[in-house]
Nanobody, 120 residues
Framework: QVQLVESGGGLVQAGGSLRLSCAAS????????MNWFRQAPGKQRELVAA???????NYADAVKGRFTISRDNAKNTLFLQMNSLKPEDTAVYYC??????????????WGQGTQVTVSS
């Protein structure tokens, strides 16, 4: 079981920056693939960025070059540095932890979300 708590959201002008954090409970944080998702009003939740247990990262095309995902396994914390923010980045951002066992069982855990609003 993993509990996730996001922080760092807020209101920012276009072109500005925010840094989201996700604090995770439990001692197995380093074994999880960690993801940031977002959901804008009236839209489906979408994957923004992911970081594997080994540190490999992937990004949605819409945020490549602007967002950076990172993790601090010693502090059980996930980060999302968001630069050059655009109004279309406005959404609730969710932290997600995924674990896949060798038997193929998948475990998903979600935070409560943090609102990011980018004004034009």
């Amino acid at each position: 079981q993993v509990q996730l708590v996001e922080s760092g959201g807020g209101l920012v002008q276009a072109g500005g920056s925010l840094r989201l954090s996700c604090a995770a409970s439990g001692s197995t944080f380093s074994r999880y693939t960690m993801n940031w998702f977002r959901q804008a009003p009236g839209k489906q939740r979408e994957l923004v960025a992911a970081v594997s247990p080994g540190g490999r990262t992937n990004y949605a095309d819409a945020v490549k070059g602007r967002f950076t995902i990172s993790r601090d396994n010693a502090k059980n914390t996930l980060f999302l540095q968001m630069n050059s923010l655009k109004p279309e980045d406005t959404a609730v951002y969710y932290c997600n932890a995924q674990f896949l066992t060798i038997l193929g069982q998948r475990y998903d855990y979600w935070g409560q979300g943090t609102q990011v609003t980018v004004s034009s």
